[in-house]
């Protein structure tokens, strides 16, 4: 695996946990420290935060029935998905504004609405 770098957003997403509570359990040594990338950024080691979540303890009781496979019959798997592509999957603020761009470019206007003496009556 390539050891790469994580923004916060991504952590956070991944983790499940608020800031506040991801800083803490960091000051407390139970979540991978940040690195510093560049002198106003932050990130995480992608490989620490996986072992992380990886090391969480699995709860046997009070969990809500959310991942019920037994209709797939005995020996079905749910298929891993790898955290990261999942987020990156997301589309982002940028790739949807450029798709509503796109859509009001093929919006098509009637012929009658340029011209003079065809304006709306209110």
Known sequence: MTNKFLSKAIVDEMSDLSDV??????KRGEFPKRR???PNRVAYLESEVLDWMGSRPVTEFGTP????I????????????NPI?????????KAATNAIKQEDHLVEESPEAGRPGNTPQF
């Open 21 to 26: 509570t991801r800083w803490r359990m960091e």
């Open 36 to 38: 510093q990338i560049s």
């Open 65 to 68: 029935n959310r991942g019920d």
């Open 70 to 81: 037994s209709f797939l019959g005995s020996g079905s798997k749910i298929p891993e998905v």
């Open 85 to 93: 592509e999942k987020l990156c999957a997301k589309p982002t603020r």
